[in-house]
RNA sequence: GCGGGUAUGGCGGAAUUGGCAGACGCGCCAGAUUUAGGAUCUGGUAUCUCCGAUGUGCAGGUUCAAGUCCUGUUACCCGCACCA
């Protein structure tokens, strides 16, 4: 047999397969169906990445099992095109956006073809089309109808460099999630999507679904629902009561003072009334200079100032306590002003250490001299309270006291904000939105969509941050829809994130020119089996995705309610260095130059064999040539074929265990222990020095969703009959995965002495009886008393004694 | 600080969930083939004081039996972070 042609090879059957469209999904099939999901890639300029070969070939291996063992497989990709990378180099370049996005769909296109992955390219969707973003632009008014899109002025956080307002999301941190450089805080109007009415049904939603738990975690702690109670407390020199959240109610008798955010509005309010506000001032200019990193960095060092002239009144004890500012209390969570009970919360401590404010236990169990106590304990100093041993039946009954008397209530907070949803950026979704003199905000007519994205010469953002469409009069200038008035469009544009919002809907049903998609094709696709992503996309993109689809639920345009039943993530590649790999460090790995070199179905195998799929590993040239040999290995299988229809006597069990661990592995993304169990198997067929055709067979169909391209090739030289993805997966037969007999270790007091050969299914009595005859054993049993015996059957004996 | 995770040969990693630690691959050593290199094939490869013992970050514990379970502890990684 000549040496195999890789090159050749591959390219035949690449070409086979698109002719043949051999991956299309059908629509209305009677067969099971399986939509497996991975996140469709940005279409960056620089090309693909290793980390996206390993992203897909998880998904595309289940697929390509599944296929064969008979589903009605979707595996769809497409291009999440919007986005500044692209906008950013148009600016560079003066190429337009939309050239240079067809320019870099077309190259990942190839490249992905290159590989062998068995998408479905009849599917292939791009967020920058006008029939995709059409969709995107229905779902926005529909949410704007159901009062979920909403502008509001408030501060908002603002990237000086990339002069563009971010989410909290895209500035973690108080960084610009794209160019890094500090945010700072800017008043805007700007456009949310209310997300926040949706946390409860988001929490909810994950009890029905299979994610990792760790993915379900990070997603629980980014709504971060808690729970507690508003306490209103009077001030004595104002008619004005100030409002704060608290998850400790009970501990109400332990407040010595309280805190307000530097931002808080009841101190613009009463300013001429704070005898100090020179000084409140003077702080507030300064929080308002400090970046987000000193803000976080200096953690333990409180700053404040006291608001002389105000007093508050404790509503459960009647006792005058000061109020403070400082930045250590957000404006953005809960009423931007707390009580604060420095027994019990480090932060609360700290301050009133500083300040040289009262401390007073009201839960035992701590040393309060030294350090705050956050554990529960026996309540003290606290009237009604004394006496209750544990936080729930103190907190319940603080929260009646608190009704009864009318002081409070019992309330629920959230971490999660909505969502700013607008950029002031040209490669995007126009928002569908009119702002007319009389009528207000209007939406464009569904029949008006899409509101198409005109062209434009300079796509330079505005000073101030205005979006490049806000230059191009025939644009912005229109009639109300309404009242048919001379009126301005919205010029702002959606967020990278709306278009992948909903893509999945999409691809099952792409080319729908009357709805995102047809409920019948819904109801069949959906939802998602699997979905294979990456783990920095699980808060943000999964959770404004879940929002999105909860709502089409909501208003019945999709028939479930949660979009993806199951969630995996993949771990990095990492640079031969063993670290992350990027540009900047010269460590990343071209998939095409691989592919030259080694061939596709080299590369997929290595990824997968690599480590753990669900762990970071660092890329090694020479461990992939180790796959380069295990693919040569297996075409040089065909040497050494024979005749026979069945499998021969000494692979009997070999051929069913591993067809059982490739089965099994591949459904539990155990990708390297599936291959090394086929490296295993490949050993002991060389070690034999034969295969028999049946044998081969059913190996090339186990090894096929690895390596598609040589295992078609050897199906077809074989001549097994019609086309390898014709074929069905093989079966196991459980009881043919026993060999005859077993080896079993023989141990005395947990050491191993002997190894003896055994039938699977003997029992203890036989076993032991020849383990006795052994002359090692009876020596080292001899003089001495037999504790114990014990044999576990198939595994292990072991002989106690003493 | 909170939440999640990881720790096993020279390296990447296995271990049926309490039952032979180191599968499989890389690397390395030796041999075969080759003018040579590369490629390929065969054998070996945890450590040590090597007929026996030791060994899964560290210290204890449970068990006939622990990488796996329990208690404590250290280091590193990821996410969130003054969230009241």
């Not at 639920?553 to 309610?561: L, T």
């Not at 069990?653 to 067809?659: D, E, G, L, R």
Request: net charge negative; hydrophobic share 35%; with cysteine.
């Amino acid at each position: 047999m000549a040496d195999y042609n890789f090159k050749q090879v591959e390219q035949k059957w690449q070409k086979i397969w698109e002719e043949n469209g051999t991956f299309r999904a059908v629509d209305g099939s009677d067969k099971e169906k399986f939509y497996a999901l991975v996140e469709f890639p940005y279409p960056s300029g620089a090309g693909m990445h290793v980390g996206h070969i390993k992203a897909y070939s998880g998904l595309e291996v289940v697929s390509r099992k599944r296929r064969l063992q008979g589903y009605n497989v979707l595996f769809p990709i497409g291009f999440d095109a919007y986005g500044l990378p692209t906008e950013n180099y148009a600016i560079k370049t003066g190429i337009h956006p939309r050239k240079v996005t067809d320019m870099n769909i077309e190259k990942f296109t190839s490249q992905l073809k290159r590989v062998g992955f068995s998408f479905d390219w009849d599917r292939v969707i791009d967020t920058t089309d006008e029939n995709y973003y059409k969709w995107t632009q229905w779902i926005f008014l529909k949410m704007f109808e159901h009062g979920l899109a909403f502008r509001d002025k408030t501060l908002v956080n603002y990237c000086p460099s990339c002069k563009v307002v971010l989410s909290n999301e895209d500035s973690q941190g108080g960084k610009c999630d794209i160019c890094h450089s500090d945010v700072v805080q800017k008043s805007k109007d700007v456009w949310y999507l209310r997300i926040t009415e949706y946390a409860d049904k988001l929490l909810e939603g994950l009890e029905e679904v299979d994610y990792l738990p760790n993915v379900k975690q990070q997603q629980i702690n980014w709504i971060g629902k808690s729970r507690g109670a508003f306490v209103n407390f009077k001030i004595n020199e104002v008619p004005e009561e100030l409002k704060i959240y608290t998850t400790r109610p009970d501990t109400l008798f332990g407040v010595t003072f309280m805190v307000m955010a530097p931002e808080h509005p009841l101190i613009d309010t009463y300013k001429e009334k704070i005898a100090n506000f020179a000084a409140v001032e003077e702080y507030r200019k300064e929080c308002a200079k400090k970046t987000e990193f000193e803000r976080t960095q200096l953690v333990k060092d409180k700053t404040g100032v006291k608001l002389e002239g105000f007093t508050a009144k404790n509503p459960v004890n009647g006792k005058d306590i000061p109020i403070y500012i400082s930045d250590y209390v957000m404006m953005g969570y809960g009423t931007g002003a707390i009580m604060a009970v420095p027994a019990h919360d480090g932060r609360d401590y700290d301050f009133a250490k500083k300040f040289g404010i009262d401390i007073i236990e009201v839960i035992e169990g701590g040393n309060i001299a030294e350090e705050a106590y956050t554990g529960d304990g026996k309540m003290v100093n606290s009237d009604f309270l004394n006496g209750f041993d544990n936080k729930k039946d103190s907190i319940a009954a603080m929260i009646e006291h608190l009704k009864k008397e009318g002081i409070g209530e019992e309330g629920v907070q959230y971490k999660m904000k909505d969502w700013a949803f607008n950029r002031q950026r040209y490669w995007g979704e126009p928002i569908p939105i009119v702002h007319c003199p009389h009528c207000g905000l209007v939406p464009v007519p569904y029949d008006e969509l899409p509101l198409k994205l005109p062209d434009v010469e300079n796509f330079e953002p505005g000073q101030d941050g205005e979006s490049p469409l806000a230059k191009i009069d025939s644009f912005v200038n229109c009639k109300c829809p309404k009242c048919g008035g001379a009126a301005k469009r919205e010029t702002d544009t959606m967020p990278q994130w709306a278009g992948s919002s909903w893509y999945f809907l999409r691809y099952i049903d792409p080319h729908n020119d009357k709805a995102l998609a047809d409920m019948d094709k819904l109801k069949y696709w959906g939802p998602v089996d699997w979905y294979n992503g990456g783990m920095e996309h699980v808060t943000r993109h999964m959770i404004y995705s879940r929002f999105w689809h909860r709502f089409l639920y909501d208003i019945g345009a999709v028939p479930f309610k949660e979009p993806y039943l199951k969630r995996t993530a993949q771990g990095l590649i990492l640079g031969p260095d063993g670290v992350k790999m990027s540009k900047s460090r010269g460590n990343v790995i071209d998939p095409n130059e691989v592919v030259d070199v080694y061939g596709a179905d080299v590369l997929r195998t290595y990824v997968l064999f690599m480590g753990d799929y669900e762990q970071a590993a660092p890329w090694s040239e020479s461990s992939m040539k180790g796959c380069k040999r295990f693919i040569d290995r297996l075409w040089k299988l065909q040497d050494i074929t024979v005749e026979g229809d069945n499998y021969s006597d000494d692979l009997m069990s070999a051929m069913h265990k591993t067809i059982k661990k490739v089965s099994e592995d591949i459904e539990a993304m155990k990708f390297n222990t599936a291959i090394a169990a086929v490296m295993a198997l490949l050993n002991q067929i060389y070690d034999k020095g034969a295969i028999t055709r049946a044998e081969l067979r059913d190996l090339i169909l186990i090894v096929n969703p690895f390596a598609p391209h040589i295992t078609e090739e050897i199906w077809e030289k074989q001549n097994f009959g019609g086309m390898l993805n014709e074929a069905a997966w093989p079966s196991y037969d459980e009881a043919k995965c026993v060999d005859a007999t077993i080896e079993i270790p023989v141990q005395v007091n947990g050491k191993i002495r002997e190894r003896i050969h055994v039938a699977p299914d003997a029992e203890q009595p036989e076993v032991l009886e020849r383990v006795h005859a052994l002359e090692k054993i009876a020596a080292e049993c001899a003089g001495k008393t037999i504790v114990k015996e014990i044999y576990v059957k198939g595994r292990i004996v072991n002989i106690v004694v003493k």
